[in-house]
């Protein structure tokens, strides 16, 4: 499965961005997806996530009431909306999809499948 990432740009402060994941041929109906996002100099963190038999979703508290995960299984396609952005968002962000489902939904171990990145940068 390859995962094919879009969406990123350059925003203002406070602006908005729709990021696009998706995958080479139809996915799993069992695990999950999530995104992650890493700034230079820093590990790659957990954003968001959910499952794809599932309604269930799960955010970082820095971005929880910011951002939105949704998926269409139809498309094979993963959807993350940024909004109220913030200079401190800035980073390349990553979708991964993950076979089973796990606890640690936040750890990026357990991901098998990555995109390639987009790069998000807020200015202020």
């Known amino acids: 499965v390859q995962l094919q990432a879009s969406g990123g740009g350059m925003v203002q402060a406070g602006g908005s961005l729709r990021l696009s994941c998706t995958a080479s041929?139809?996915?799993?109906?069992?695990?999950?997806y999530a995104w992650f996002r890493q700034a230079p100099g820093k590990e790659r963190e957990f954003v968001a996530g959910g499952r794809w038999n599932g309604a269930t979703t799960r955010y970082a508290d820095s971005v929880r009431g910011r951002f939105a995960i949704s998926r269409d299984n139809a498309k094979s396609t993963v959807y993350l909306q940024l909004t109220s952005l913030e200079p401190e968002d800035t980073a390349v962000y990553y979708c991964a999809i993950r076979p089973t489902y796990h606890v640690h939904y936040y750890d990026p171990t357990v991901y098998t499948y990555w995109g390639q990145g987009t790069q998000v940068t807020v200015s202020s």
């Open positions: 041929e139809r996915t799993l109906t069992t695990g999950g």
